[in-house]
């Protein structure tokens, strides 16, 4: 049952006919969808937002059984546009309309991700937090309203969500038209060892030899530094509940993947080796923040971790380079951020099953990257059995965005678009939210 929560805007009814029309077409799916179609707006009313709380079961196999509220933003353009189905893989971080439905003109239905923020069951049994039940939701809330849009449909997420963008076509491929996830890996185990392989590859070998340098000092200079580290994380009120020493290892064995991942600084930022620590300790600050380890920042991405480490994969942390200044005698993954009481064995089959069913069926997808992003190391690589398109943007980072490319692949992706959803792109984005 969906019902409304807040709603910015005019509200009017639909004619008598088309409301007949609607509550008949909607039995057939969402109970309730009644309660909210009456106070869309007529079709001649733009621009328009809608909050709604969208009922689930927590288990979809289990429909009759304990239900939570979903997240969901309507952003209504015009019933003549496409409609853009905006995927979070995290709690909703934006309300407005993103990138993609702007370059299309098009309507966005945003959905947070179950178990992040305010779509939380009351009793988080973890068991029911997989690729499938969240694909569920996604394809439960795009059922709901397919009756009012008629145009083209499109799947779109960024990061884990270009992930779930993914895992829904997959499971739901006939729900949307096309699917565009951005900068999403496709990760075949919790230690993803690919991620190594591309670290030690990524951009010119003096640049990932200032890397390794600025570790190897921040680690020499420890003793100094930690100090340091306290009255940062004090100040930025952070607790680590591995303890200061323990979250500032793992910040300096972070480094790395951050620096590659974010873009914002170049190889001509990073300290060299006759660096001040306090330099030293500035830069490193700057780039991976220290959040990351942060127990309350793990507790609010907990869902997140939990999936890594049973079904979508992570990268880790190789102690071979850096084995003399570190207690560890294998690599270090990410199973600390989990609780003991959680089983977390991870199910190979998942992404292999993700990545079979894509390269056979996985039609009219358009997979964004980053070439400096680490989670292209697990990108996914298109079949010739589709026509799936992939474009990586030089030197991109994980902010790739449609507009970040070169405009001759801009033009490109166009192009793609437009022969798939049968639209003109005139490359200027429609600014209103």
Known sequence: MMKIKHLHGILLFFSTIFLILILFSSCREEKGISHYTEN?????????????????????EQPDGPKFTQQVVLNHVGYDRPVVVYIEGYQMYSKKRGELAKLLDANQITIEHRYFDDSKPDSLNWEHLNIWQAAT???????????????????????????????????????????????APLNFSDEDKRVYAFLDSV???????????????????????LPKFRKFAQKKDYQFSMGIERAYDLNVLEYSFAFWQWGGFTCKDIPDNKATPQALFDHWTKVTSGSFFEQDEIENQRPFFYQAMTQIGMYGYEVEPFEKYLPDTSNITFEFTLPEDIDASFDRSAMRDVNQWLKKNGNNMLYIYGENDPWSATSFKPSAQTNAVKMVNPGGSHKTRIESFPTEMKDSIYTVLEKWLDVKINGEQNTNS
């Open 40 to 60: 869309l707006p007529q079709s001649n009313v733009n621009n328009i937002q809608i909050e709604l709380e969208f009922e689930q079961p927590v288990d979809h």
């Open 137 to 183: 939701d996604h394809h439960k809330v795009i059922q709901a309203f397919k009756d009012l849009y008629q145009g083209n449909w499109v799947s779109t997420g960024i990061s884990k969500g270009g992930q779930a963008t993914m895992y829904h076509k997959r499971f739901y491929p006939g729900d949307v038209k096309a699917s565009v996830p951005y900068v």
């Open 203 to 225: 951009g010119t070998e003096a640049c990932r030899q200032k890397i390794k340098t600025l570790q190897e000092q921040l680690f020499e200079h420890k003793d100094q530094l």
